[in-house]
Every structure is written in C-alpha cells, then in structure tokens.
C-alpha cells in the first residue's frame, strides 16, 4: 500500500469485494497518478478514455480494464459505467479553445445520469477552489457549475476544491516553475498579491483516495488546501529558495492585463497559451480554503500535510538525484507523484536540454564497450578532443578541476571514480557508461553512452548529453556553447562506434 493512502479505509461492494473505481481524465496530470494509488491502496480501476493508444504508455495500463469512448457520447459512457462502484470524475476542458464551459456542461449532465442509471454509489470529482461570492473567472465558474450538476445528479458526490497544486507536471506548478527559473528581474501584474493556499500533488491524491469511503450520506463540497497560505509573489520567492536559486526581483504593474500576461507567459514558458491564459484568469481570484471540515473524515497523515517548501523540494528530486533515466523511458514509474511521469506534456518536469545521437556499427558489443569505458584521460573523447582540452582550460581558469584528473586505470573504471572533469555516475558492463559533469557551470550535466547489441552481431551506440540548467544563466550557457555541440558530439559517438582516430593536442 501506497504511503499516501496509510490509515484510510477500503470501499468494499455488496460483494465484499473491492470498489470498482472507473477513472475519467486518466491521461491527465491527476488521473494517471491516482490510477497509481487507487491499484496501490486495493481497489479494482478501469478507464474511460478517448483513445486507448494514449494509454499504452503508462505502466499500470495491464493491470486495469480500458473502455474508450467520448464523454459527449451517453451510450459509451453508460457503458463505461456498468457494474462501477465509484466514479472519479476528472474531466476539464481546459484545452479546449471555444465553448470549453458548454462542453463541460454537457459531460457532467451526461455523466450525473448515467451513474444514477447504473446505481453508481458515489462520485468524487476534483475542482478548483475559489472565493464565495467573488466574480470567478470562466474556468473557475465552469468547475463550480459541473459540481453543482454532479451533486444534483441524485448520486452522493464529494467535490474536493484544489487551488494551486504543487508537483512536477501540473500546469500550475509548471508556469511557476518556468517563471521563476528564468527570470530573475519580473515585472508582474497585479495579481502577484493575491492569497493562494497552494497544495502538494501527494496530499490531493490521498483526499481523492479516501473520499472514495466516505458514507454515501455525504454529499457536499469541501475545500482542500496545503499548511500555508501565501501571495503568487511569495510562491515564486520561495521557489527561488527551494531550488537554490538566487533571490528573485518581483515588481507588480496594475497596467498587465490578464491577456497581455498570457502573452507574456506564453513567451518566457512553454505553457500553451490557451492553458496560461485561463490559469491567469483563475490567479485574479483569491484561493484560500473557506474551512478544514474535510478533516472530519479524511484525517491529515501522521507527518501532516505537505508544506510548500516540501512538496517543490519533492518535485526538483529527480533533478538533484539525477534520476534522468524516468524523463527518457517508460520502463519505469518515478517514485513519488511530485516527480514526472514519462507520459506527461513535454513541456512538464523542467527545463532539461539533450542531444541524442546514434551509430550503428559491425563491431561487435564487447570491441564498442571497450572503446566506450576507454574514454577520457590519455585516450581523449573524439578527433574533436582539442574541444574539450579547450573546455578543460575554461574550467581551471575559473577554479574548476578541468582534465587534470585524468583516468586511474587507462581501460577500466569503477563506478563513482574521478574521470577527468567527470564522475562515474553509473556503469553496467557491456551497456551503459553514465557520467555526471563538475565542471563549474550554472546547471549540472551528464553525458552518457549506451551499446545494445544488434542481432547480425552488430553494435547500436546511443549517445546521450543532457544539461539541466540552473537559472537564466544556466540557459544563457546551454547556447553559447550549442555552436560547439555539433563538432563535439558527432566525433565522440562516430569514435565510439567506428574507433575513429583521435587527434590530442601537443
């Protein structure tokens, strides 16, 4: 069982067995963590999704049962809906470039009557939170209208109310994120100053989790907030600090119009416009929780609710970790729903730059490996070594180690060894080689090789450089130095598969 879910109740049906949960929105930042918990804490999930082929990717996709429809379409989510204990309603449309708020209509009255009709137990649906009385923007007023219609459909309904949620992938966190690491000076609109009670990604998905047992006599809207309540401003300064960054300049002009700042996100992120646009209609509107009743039946954990500081600690530790491997494959789940799914938009996680180059080669495995764990030191990196000898002398003349270090053994390494300017990050023989850079620069850096062996006993070599860069330094140095990268790395990984002659300067 999912730490998440420790202490909450199992929903059993008439049965005794497990709820039946069906998930809608699984393939959006919420729904593909939550189907995660739910198979953790027990319960039996199926899916309703569009198109099937969007699934295949996540790494619970065998272990639940998939039915693809249209929520516009009353026969396919009826469908859906048979036999199904509890529904999680996650649907939003937010991308939708017109009529989002008619669509979202339509979906809840569709979805309403189709559980009263199967005899659905309960409803969970995940909004947003929003002042009472206040004059809300057309996202926030469209995800109050869908509660109200769900809780009016005759099936009990929790709707938990989520202001900003915090963790890697979420849309709100993303333009945060993106903001705040690049911009060091920011002149801001007004909204800066406006009250938000953000919340950890973990702490949502354990109130999604357990309203799943709430009795069925419960049927009302509950605000769900994190430990602090603090300005956008404040969010971005403490970003800054949780991330290692220096202190940021915030200035707010009333004159930024939420269009204008849309523009301007969409410009400094790579947050779709559309999707920025209704965000920063949402930020007018304070989001602070009206009251804590859902901890009548939900209970904070034992360690309590994540703070801010926290939960974007937990979202930077594949970063820090240099847990790279989960933002390039899907043969794995990262282990905390703070980190990034490998299904997520392209533009989730951060900022982290690669080039990828690839060889195929007649050598067999074990000639490429040796050529591939022989790197560095006396051997040099490509016919372009004079590069990174150039690169070397860079780093010692601002106090770095440069290539002084050199290589212990001329052939072999060990993982976790010095190799020149490099660390032996990760080393599994004959496969993979993965060092991590530190030499001085604002970001850190990895480069790693892959050799996979062909079945004409053949070689594929992989080359891999990636940077994560610290700031808008960090950018600024990714492309000044880009220029380089395609005399560098072609050489390195066409020596690598072809044991080109290297060329070291005198």
Known sequence: MSDLAQGLPVLKNKEGLPALCLVTGATGYIGGRLVKELLSHGYRVRVFARNIDRLTSYPWFDQVEVIEGDAADEESVKKALVGVDVLYYLLHALMVTDDFEEKEKKWAETFGK???????????????????????????????????????????????????????????????????????????????????????????????????????????????????????????LQYAEAAGLKKRYILPLPILTPRLSSGWVGLITPVPMTLARRLIDSLRNEVVARDDSIKKYIPDPKTGLTSFKKAVALALTRIKDANVETRWTNASLPGSPSEPLPTDPDWAGGSLYTDIRTEITKDSIDEVWKRIEGIGGEHGYSTATWAWELRGLQDRLVGGVGLRRGRRDPDHLIEGEALDFWRVEALERPHLLRLRAEMKMPGLAWLEFRAEELPDGGTKVTQRAIYAPKGLLGHLYWWSVYPMHGLVFPSMVRHIAHNTKIKRSK
């Open 114 to 236: 189709a559980s009263l009709h199967n005899g659905v137990s309960r409803i969970v649906y995940l909004g947003g939170m929003a002042e009472t009385k206040a004059k809300l923007s057309a996202h926030l007023a469209s995800r109050a209208e869908t509660g109200e219609i769900l809780r009016a459909s005759g099936v009990p309904t929790i709707e938990l109310r989520a202001g900003v949620v915090i963790g890697s992938g979420s849309a709100s966190f993303e333009m945060l994120r993106y903001l705040t690491e690049r911009l060091p000076v920011m002149v801001t609109p007004k909204w800066v100053t406006v009250r938000i009670q953000p919340i950890a990604v973990r702490d949502v998905l354990r109130y999604l989790v357990g309203s799943a047992a709430i009795d069925a006599s419960v049927n009302q809207d509950f605000d769900i907030g994190g430990p602090e309540v603090l300005t956008y401003r404040e969010l971005m």
